[in-house]
């Protein structure tokens, strides 16, 4: 199982910015795909999870109003899409497959950096 | 949202000897279904969590035997029999009993 995500990223306050996780090794639309964030110095915060197999997704209230996640199945590839962007969303991205069995995830991708400065 | 408090923050241990983390819940964890959905997570600096131990005490895929995990309801402790160098970091246990799945504080394991 492998999870490779899109680059680092700089933005600016206001901005969006859209985070890509191309999954191999496994069958895509079998497990669902979760988002979770890493403030520097921080904890794990989950973020949202979304179903290759149905598109249906499920977030977190704090992100609720400025995430939408995605996936393309043609491409085994999950994207994560964060709007209104304030230096609090600096931090680290990762995408990890969900782990129905086991509760929670089990693989994760090796995360996107991404800094909101002005 | 279900909060999980880790002790200790931070954990300075000799190579050899064993170590033990405390994980618990603001509330049960136990699920619906009869499961106990929480995990614990081993982060190396630089590099993204990787799981350990699942639903309490099942050792995930390739994890050392070293590693156990215990516990029901609101109180889960994780061992590692005997540190090695490789051990250190920082450890989370999670829960994805209930919504949205959240993550402890985090103890950081160094060598003494």
């Known amino acids: 199982v492998h999870l490779v995500q899109s680059g680092a990223e700089v933005k600016k306050p206001g901005a969006s910015v859209k985070v890509s996780c191309k999954a191999s090794?496994?069958?895509?639309?079998?497990?669902?795909i979760n988002w979770v964030r890493q403030a520097p110095g921080h904890g794990p915060e989950w973020m949202g999870w979304?179903?290759?197999?149905?598109?249906?997704?499920n977030y977190a209230q704090n992100f609720q109003d400025r995430v939408t996640m995605t996936t393309d199945t043609s491409t085994s590839t999950a994207y994560m899409d964060l709007r209104s962007l304030t230096s609090d969303d600096t931090a680290i991205y990762y995408c990890?497959?969900?782990?129905?069995?086991?509760?929670?995830?089990?693989?994760w991708g090796q995360g996107t950096l991404v800094s909101v400065s002005s | 949202d279900i909060v999980l408090t880790q002790t200790p923050l931070s954990s300075p241990v000799t190579l050899g000897q064993p170590a033990s983390i405390s994980c618990r819940s603001s509330?049960?964890?136990?699920?619906?279904?009869?499961?106990?959905?929480l995990s614990w997570l081993h982060q190396r600096p630089g590099q993204p969590p990787r799981l350990l131990i699942y639903?309490?005490?099942n050792r995930f895929s390739g994890v050392p035997d070293r590693f156990s995990g215990s516990g029901a309801g609101t109180d889960f402790t994780l061992r590692i029999s005997r540190v090695e160098a490789e051990d250190v970091g920082v450890y989370y246990c999670?829960?994805?009993?209930?919504?949205?799945?959240?993550f402890g504080q985090g103890t950081k394991v160094e060598i003494k």
């Open positions: 990890a497959r969900d782990s129905p069995g086991a509760g929670g995830v089990d693989f």
């Open positions: 090794g496994y069958t895509f639309l079998i497990y669902g």
């Open positions: 979304i179903s290759p197999y149905s598109g249906h997704t």
């Open positions: 509330q049960s964890l136990v699920n619906s279904d009869g499961n106990t959905y």
């Open positions: 639903q309490i005490s």
């Open positions: 999670a829960q994805a009993t209930h919504f949205p799945q959240t």
